[in-house]
Nanobody
Framework: VQLQASGGGLVQPGGSLRLSCAAS????????MAWFRQTPGKEREFVAS????????NYADSVKARFTISKDDAKNTVYLQMNSLKLEDTAVYYC??????????????????WGLGTLVTVSS
């Protein structure tokens, strides 16, 4: 499975961005998908996940009520809608795929496939 993240950029505090993660190869529609983010000197952290069916979503406390993860199986794409962005949301955002539906959805080790990341910069 190859994952390609896009949609990052520069946005002012309070603004919005939508990230996309296009998947190719494999049976994408049966995978649990997630977004993680990383800033220099810090470990990659969980942001949000969505089950293969789309029925279950999970979020880090820091982004709840601001970010929404969704998927479009017809387009083999996962989205992360980010609203009310804060300075601390600045990071490289990575999408990830888990073929096994691991219950530890927030653990980096649960995901076998990773995209290259897209940079989100929140700055005034």
């Amino acid at each position: 499975v190859q994952l390609q993240a896009s949609g990052g950029g520069l946005v002012q505090p309070g603004g919005s961005l939508r990230l996309s993660c296009a998947a190719s190869g494999g049976t994408y529609s049966r995978y649990q998908m997630a977004w993680f983010r990383q800033t220099p000197g810090k470990e990659r952290e969980f942001v949000a996940s969505i089950s293969w069916s789309g029925a279950s979503t999970n979020y880090a406390d820091s982004v709840k009520a601001r970010f929404t993860i969704s998927k479009d199986d017809a387009k083999n794409t996962v989205y992360l809608q980010m609203n009310s962005l804060k300075l601390e949301d600045t990071a490289v955002y990575y999408c990830a795929a888990d073929p096994w539906g691991n219950s530890k959805y927030s653990a980096r080790g649960s995901y076998d496939y990773w995209g290259l990341g897209t940079l989100v910069t929140v700055s005034s």
